[in-house]
């Protein structure tokens, strides 16, 4: 059984290591500064006894004030599984730093989260539209976009 | 260009674009290939040209209204859909299945993945160049498993047969005997095609050793199902989360090392195989009692979010739903399993002929309704 | 066929009409030899594949869907012909009939039963050889002039196949020469007492497999591999044109299937029916072979195509002639019965020693 | 591209993709109504031409018995088409079991399956470089209509918007049952064709696509 890892333990762990890094814990996901993103992805991917090393999905939630990008992670070594959360507050051109030089998986994840939300990922290699064409007015997925 | 004359015969790379329509990539899928002669230098995929927006139109619908959009995504195992659809909304909206359910989901969803390998591995073949032979062959099997769904659901592709809280209708009296009879006959189908191909050569060097896919290029790309396991990562999310009533049953994960496209050609006739001997055990356990739980046409799940996913033919198929306690999702997200699963194409093809490239790819097993959404 | 085929034995090589009326019923005759048994094979591939894919074939087109091929043939030939804005326009209009031709020019050292044939040239092998090779020229006119990048794949396959496996299939073919003491095909019907097959069997092995890759048949179909390339060197020809180069796809396997049956399959040889019935009958049986094979096999790939040629069938057609050579100059009296067995054990030795020690393809280049 | 950063080459992969774009924002803003039925405006023409009923016949049998397919599944519907052709259903009876990977070479043009913007033009490519006489069958309800995606942002409603069609099969997905009796209709219909039309003095109701080679060859 895929157990997911409990928002206090994560905290536990990370707060050590980033101190400030975690902004909310949830019931189950655990909300991160968007700036310590990356580091705290190669933490819980190397680090003894987390070794989450297989990324489940990104995706990413339009809430009108904000941007919610979620990033599921699996451990196939202790089978548990994490969920991060971080937010971009402004609707022009929102940013979140680019998780694609840990998990080649999130590659292409990111190029759909941009092309179908409009978040751009700082630091992915080809940040290119990948379901729409070039040109395409907007991007579908956030809620005030209509034809 | 260097400066210096170079009495070496000068090559230069070309660009092939492959798709949308080509005969092999199983739908719409499209590759600008750099080629050196027959060389693949670099792909670059794109996609897009089956998107039609259905995380979006998910949003527009009921919860119960959007089973039919989940059959057209991955249409070749459609059952497969529906069940990781409802396994996320049950897990949302905290609904019990009853056991007859459950078991009923099993059978079929074991069902749907015999239907999905059988084109899997057809296809494959037919990528290599055997003319629909081993194509046609598998594909009379599926045949007789459309007839199965037939009686059950009266769908033969697009099933939308699993509910949320159960499935649609009860079994009919006559499905379980004639599921009894295929068993043993699909079985028998199955040895004797594994023996034809077995000993075949130019199979043996078409695929052996043919895109290698490291294990930890595979975990790292987040790759998962046959093809994962072909390289040597046995992860099963029937054994390792198991959702349904899959704890119950007694199977194995085959696996390989190699992590060629031989290896997932076999490790899917293997799941076949397993596939057969779960439906043997499910005949023989269905209890009685309601089929589906009592959940209304229109529910509202409370506020929150929920993942749930399956084991699908291909891999892990999950949704992730959010909820604002309305009748139709906030948000929809599909993790697509063959959307993944190419990630790691580039770095399979490259410094193979054009014609592995076909074969490669084909051994992925993908489904462009699923990879667009 | 029939009155075709009897007045062909009514006229022998030195008719009186004179040369010139000789070559005139000949060519006809060739003609609609080729056609004919295009359409029949055409319609033997069709129902014989569907029946080897659990299927029917064609069968609502006239009685047993016979007129199948028929009707294929009018609608292509009926069809729009479209030049692609970017083709080099000659040499697309060109490559067709390059490409058909040399397919005709090879019936006429085929006899079609004792002495009917248009001309038995004392070289007759060397001129099949020869010929057969010049639709390469043609396929490799219609890779470059149609200005597509499919077309030009598929062609320098095809030119590759070609060069490679012209080796290994002449080297065959004299193993057979050896034993006939003649290039000249009549002589070659004549001298099969016993079918060369079995006097020949890795001879015949080497050529059969040669001859399919020289015209592509599957398991060598690389140049117009429908799951790769599309339709390969002819994917930008429509209508009439790509009706040619059909008809030499079809046309190629009969010729074969020809010069198999003359020089392995002891001609048109044969008791009690007709000998050109005998011809034609053998022919086709060859050509089921290369059906079955279609229907069975997957496709090689490239290098490996390069692989079986120079690894494999080269040294096992140069151990086949020298075997042969030994045998006609040591013992050149003795019957051919003690040959078939030792040159049988010889194949036997040889494939599967070869089987063991060749690897086809050398896979995944540095990139 | 990343193959040699030395050489310069002519596709420059963005700027590629940002001609593809422009070519389905054209094709969007130019399909408005949809393509009537090709008997519909070919049968003025008709009228004048020279019956030859003997020919007619021959031809229009020769044509229907070997409707050679393009190939052409975007989705779920080609799962049926695949049955179609395959053991139970067998097509191959109809002589239409071979399919041309090549359009040049194909009659029929089955379109199984949705279709979206971003594949337009590439559907009204293949169709464009059919060889006349040609024809299309749209099946399943995406083909007609655009189906339970017709609200989607990105798909077409109905391959009539793109390319004339024939015959519409109904379903999602039709069975093969009525895919065969589609392919048996569309025999019907070109049975009943009199004569080769002259097509190039008809008013065609297809633009030509924007060339991107010409262009290049401007500049």
């Given amino acids: ?62 809430y009108y004030d904000y941007f919610e990008v979620v990033y599921m992670m699996t451990s196939t070594e202790y089978n548990r599984s994490v969920t991060l959360k971080t937010r971009c507050e402004t609707r022009n051109r929102p940013t979140v730093p680019s998780l694609a030089g840990i998990y080649q998986g999130a590659d292409w994840q990111e190029r759909e989260v941009y092309d179908l939300m409009g978040i751009t990922f700082k630091g992915h290699p080809n940040m290119k539209r990948v379901f729409l064409w070039e040109g395409f007015d907007g991007h579908p997925l956030r809620k005030d976009w209509n034809k | 260009m260097t400066t210096t004359q170079e009495i070496s015969l000068q090559t230069e790379p070309f660009v092939l674009n492959m798709g949308p329509l080509h005969p092999s990539t199983h739908g719409v899928y499209r590759m600008r290939v750099t080629l050196d002669g027959e060389v693949v230098l670099d792909i670059e995929p794109m996609f897009g040209y089956l998107h039609r927006g259905i995380e979006k139109l998910m949003e527009e619908r009921t919860y119960t209204g959007c089973i039919p959009l989940t059959d057209r995504l991955d249409y070749a195992s459609a059952m497969g859909n529906n069940l990781a659809y409802c396994v996320a909304v049950e897990k949302l909206a905290k609904i019990r299945v009853p056991e007859r359910g459950e078991y009923i989901r099993v059978i079929t969803a074991e069902m749907i993945r015999i239907a999905n390998h059988c084109l899997a591995v057809g296809s494959m073949l037919n990528d290599a160049g055997a003319l629909g032979t081993p194509f046609f062959y598998l594909w009379n099997e599926r045949e007789k498993l459309y007839d199965l769904f037939e009686m059950l659901c009266g769908q033969r592709v697009l099933h939308n047969y699993i509910r949320i809280g159960g499935v649609s209708q009860d079994l009919p009296d006559e499905f379980l005997p004639a599921l009894e009879k295929f068993v043993p006959q699909l079985h028998k189908f199955i040895n004797e095609f594994e023996f034809f191909l077995k000993q075949n050569e130019i199979l043996i060097a078409r695929a052996q050793g043919v895109g290698v896919l490291p294990k930890d290029v595979a975990l790292n790309c987040g790759i998962s199902g046959p093809l994962a396991r072909a390289s040597g990562i046995k992860r099963d999310l029937r054994k390792d989360d198991p959702y349904s009533v899959y704890d119950r049953f007694e199977f194995d994960i085959p696996t390989a090392e190699n992590g060629d496209c031989y290896d997932r050609y076999r490790v899917r006739m293997e799941e076949m195989k397993q596939s057969l001997h779960i439906i043997d055990q499910a005949i023989k356990k269905v209890p009685g009692g309601p089929f589906r739980a009592k959940v209304p046409q229109i529910i509202r799940p409370p506020a929150g979010e929920a993942y749930g996913h399956i084991e699908g033919p291909k891999g892990e198929l999950g949704f992730y739903l959010v909820s604002d306690n309305s009748i139709a999702p906030y948000r929809c997200h599909i993790r697509s399993t063959s959307f993944i699963n190419l990630t790691a194409l580039r770095q399979m093809v490259k410094g193979w002929k054009i014609a592995d490239l076909i074969v490669i790819f084909g051994s992925i097993d993908i489904t462009m309704g699923e990879v667009d959404r | 066929m029939n009155a075709v085929s009897y007045a062909a034995q009514a006229v022998p090589a030195d008719w009186p009409g004179g040369y010139w009326w000789h070559w005139l019923f000949y060519t006809v005759v060739i003609i609609v030899f080729v056609l004919v048994m295009v359409m029949g094979a055409i319609y033997i591939e069709r129902r014989g594949m569907g029946r080897m894919q659990l299927r029917y074939g064609p069968n609502r087109t006239g009685p047993f ?52 044939l248009l001309t038995d040239l004392n070289i007759g092998i060397l001129f099949i050889v020869a010929v057969s090779s010049i639709s390469t020229v043609g396929v490799f006119m219609a890779g470059w002039g149609s200005g597509n990048k499919y077309s030009l794949l598929g062609a320098m396959r095809n030119v590759a196949a070609v060069v490679s496996y012209e080796i290994p ?3 065959a073919i004299i193993g057979v020469v050896i034993f006939t003491g003649s290039l000249s095909t009549g002589a070659i019907v004549d001298a099969q007492d016993i079918p060369f097959i079995l006097v020949q069997p890795l001879g015949f092995l080497i050529f059969f497999i040669a001859a399919s890759a020289e015209i592509n048949r599957s398991p060598f179909d690389l140049m117009e591999a429908d799951s790769e390339l599309t339709a390969g060197f002819h994917t930008e020809y429509s209508g009439m044109k790509f ?125 | 591209m990343e193959i040699d950063e030395n050489k310069e080459y002519i ?192 008013p065609n109701p297809l633009n030509e696509l924007p060339n991107p080679l010409k262009k290049d060859k401007k500049k």
Avoid at chain 1, 21 to 46: C, F, M, N, Q, R
Avoid at chain 3, 76 to 102: C, G, Q
Avoid at chain 4, 45 to 73: E, Q
């Fill in chain 3, 169 to 171: 299939m002449v080297l």
């Fill in chain 4, 11 to 202: 596709y420059d992969s963005y700027q590629l993709d940002c001609d593809e774009g422009k070519i389905i924002e054209q094709m969007k803003a130019s399909t408005k109504k949809s393509i009537p039925d090709p008997a519909d405006w070919i049968d003025a023409d008709l009228k004048r031409n020279i019956v030859l009923t003997s020919l007619d016949w021959v031809i229009d049998w020769a044509r229907r018995s070997s409707l050679w397919t393009a190939i052409c599944y975007p989705a779920c519907c080609g799962m049926e088409w695949m049955a179609t052709l395959a053991p139970r259903f067998d097509g191959s009876r109809f002589g239409m079991e071979i399919m041309r990977a090549s359009p040049r070479q194909a009659d029929l043009l089955i379109t199984a399956g949705t279709l979206t913007w971003k594949m337009a033009p590439n559907v009204r490519r293949i169709y464009n470089q059919m060889a006349e006489p040609k024809w299309v069958i749209a099946m399943g309800a995406c083909g007609i209509s655009g189906g339970i995606f017709r609200s989607g942002y990105n798909v077409v409603p109905g391959y009539n918007k793109i390319i004339p069609v024939d015959v519409y099969v109904p379903g999602c997905p039709p069975r093969p049952e009525a895919l065969l009796y589609g392919i048996q209709q569309l025999q019907k219909k070109i049975g009943r064709a009199k004569a080769v039309p002259d097509l190039s003095e008809l």
């Fill in chain 3, 243 to 367: 009706a040619m180069f059909y008809l030499v796809e079809y046309a190629e396997a009969i010729a074969m299937s020809a010069i198999i049956t003359t020089i392995f399959l002891s001609g048109w040889r044969g008791p009690w029916l007709p000998p050109w019935l005998w011809f034609i009958i053998k022919t086709i049986i060859v050509f089921f072979v290369m059906v079955w094979t279609r229907a069975t096999l997957p496709r090689v790939r490239i290098d490996q195509l390069m692989a079986l040629a120079w690894k494999f069938l080269f040294p096992a057609a140069v151990i086949n002639l020298f075997v042969s050579a030994i045998e006609v100059l040591v013992w050149p009296d003795i019957s051919q019965w003690i040959f078939v067995g030792v040159n049988i054990a010889v194949a036997v030795i040889a494939i599967g020693v070869g089987t063991k020690m060749f690897k086809p393809g050398w896979g995944k280049v540095a990139v």
């Fill in chain 3, 65 to 116: 869907g016979l007129l199948q091929p028929v009707a294929d043939a009018l609608k292509v030939l009926l069809k729009e012909n479209i030049v692609p804005n970017v083709a080099d326009k000659i040499v697309h209009w060109l490559a067709p009939v390059i490409a058909f031709t040399p397919v005709l020019l090879i019936f006429a050292v085929i006899p079609f039963q004792n002495g009917a």
């Fill in chain 1, 1 to 62: 059984m895929t157990t997911a890892l409990s928002a206090k333990e994560i905290v536990s762990k990370l707060s050590a290591e980033f101190p400030d890094a975690v902004k909310e814990a949830g019931a189950d996901s655990v909300l991160v500064k968007s700036a310590s993103l990356p580091a705290v992805t190669e933490y819980l991917k190397t680090a003894d006894g987390l070794k989450f090393d297989y990324i489940n999905y990104i995706t990413a939630i339009d």
